[in-house]
């Protein structure tokens, strides 16, 4: 049986073994959320970016570019980091340039690891059943909120727990904790979620569709992954 | 009305405002425990020192050593981190020097707020009443394992949030989350943290006692602080 535990912050990564494990990046309100809708519907790869400045440069280079920082699209942006824009396939058959202010940094900070997911709700358990597929030890490593616990991240991490339930043995408080909660909130997760403090940052700017979407449970057979090169494609 | 936060692991307290809070620094498997016990059954002041060599050179200034590394008593010392130690009273008069793997790492990274106090399952009632004579944003500082979230200490804080809430209002996620927990599980405290990484390192020494005394509810009407001076005292 191999194992699953929790990291909720990448300012606490350097406190578990990335090397060898696979590891899923959850940033649920909104990038992974993001990410898998819109290779669900067609955008054909993903290069994520840390700053603002490396992904905005990709535009000359016939990527689409997406950025966003404290919840709102940054300035000279064409997309911002709202799934509900990639549900009607517009994008399709394009490739995306993406820099969010968490996400991706949880994503540069997986590297070294044998394997790495991008985790959301809409893809859970097509992403569970492709993990069990592949027999490594899994680690999930929330986003977070500036470096802080969140909670839908956190929930995520406990739903996957719980998915995997038959063949990851879960060792770890986190990873406990969470599941705990998710068995507790998870049938009524919007709402429990509309008590998190980045659902009311979100509130605030008027995205509830966004918040619906990044909460609905597996709509996708698709599975998103990071290749060698560095991109985010279906796997 | 007041505020709570929690903050999981000493790694991440940089991310929280100290300053002005009354900070509760909880070390459930054992050193605020023993803090607590030690204090309630007469010893009349505790040291804490980060570090084995500065607390062990207290002996010679007639106070007992009490130092723990990896839940073993330290080389050298009189004392472990065993609450049941102090719980015949056999120590009452005497001052108490101290060092333990996470919980005083958690007091020296906690200093800088309005007050310090410790927290622990024996004296939660008390503890949040004298935090509401207080009138402060209190700050939960869990002292984790190893820089890590832990079980028991973030379950404490759950119930403390829980203790507090016709004064202090939740407004942060791992707050939330650990109330929530706290709800499901407290009335089952033991057997849910049977299942916890910490307790289990416990069961192999041998030390159930002290693991069914560190989560015993409400037994002292003592509150122990961190006075100005750097001791721990009954406040």
């Known amino acids: 049986m191999n194992s699953i535990e929790v990291c909720?912050?990448?300012e606490l990564i350097h406190l578990h073994e990335v090397s060898?494990?696979?590891?899923?990046?959850?940033?649920i309100f909104r990038a992974t959320s993001t990410m898998?809708?819109?290779l669900a519907h067609g955008v054909?790869?993903?290069?994520?970016?840390?700053?603002?400045?490396?992904?905005?440069?990709?535009q000359t280079q016939g990527y689409l570019i997406a950025g966003e920082r404290n919840g709102l699209t940054a300035p000279g942006f064409e997309l911002g980091n709202s799934p509900v824009a990639f549900l009607e396939g517009g994008y399709a058959g394009k490739k995306l340039a993406m820099t969010?202010?968490?996400?991706?940094?949880?994503?540069?900070?997986?590297?070294?690891?044998?394997?790495?997911?991008?985790?959301a709700f809409p893809n859970l358990q097509a992403t569970a059943s492709y993990i069990q597929s592949q027999k490594?030890?899994?680690?999930v490593h929330c986003a977070g909120w500036k470096g802080r616990f969140n909670l839908e991240d956190s929930l995520y991490a406990g739903a996957l727990v719980q998915a995997l339930r038959e063949s990851h043995a879960n060792q770890e408080d986190g990873a406990l904790a969470m599941e705990s909660l998710f068995t507790q909130e998870g049938n009524n997760l919007a709402n429990y979620l509309s008590q998190a403090s980045?659902?009311?940052?979100l509130?605030?700017?008027g995205i509830e569709a966004d918040i619906a979407f990044c909460l609905s449970l597996n709509r996708y057979e698709q599975v998103v992954g990071l290749t060698q090169k560095g991109e985010l494609r279906v796997v």
């Open 20 to 27: 060898g494990k696979l590891v899923v990046v959850v940033d």
């Open 36 to 38: 898998v809708a819109a």
């Open 44 to 58: 054909t790869e993903i290069l994520p970016f840390a700053d603002l400045e490396s992904c905005r440069a990709m």
């Open 100 to 119: 969010t202010t968490n996400g991706t940094l949880a994503i540069e900070k997986s590297k070294g690891a044998a394997a790495i997911l991008i985790g």
């Open 136 to 139: 490594l030890d899994v680690l």
């Open 8 to 10: 909720f912050s990448p």
């Open 203 to 205: 509130q605030n700017h």
């Open 198 to 201: 980045h659902a009311k940052r």
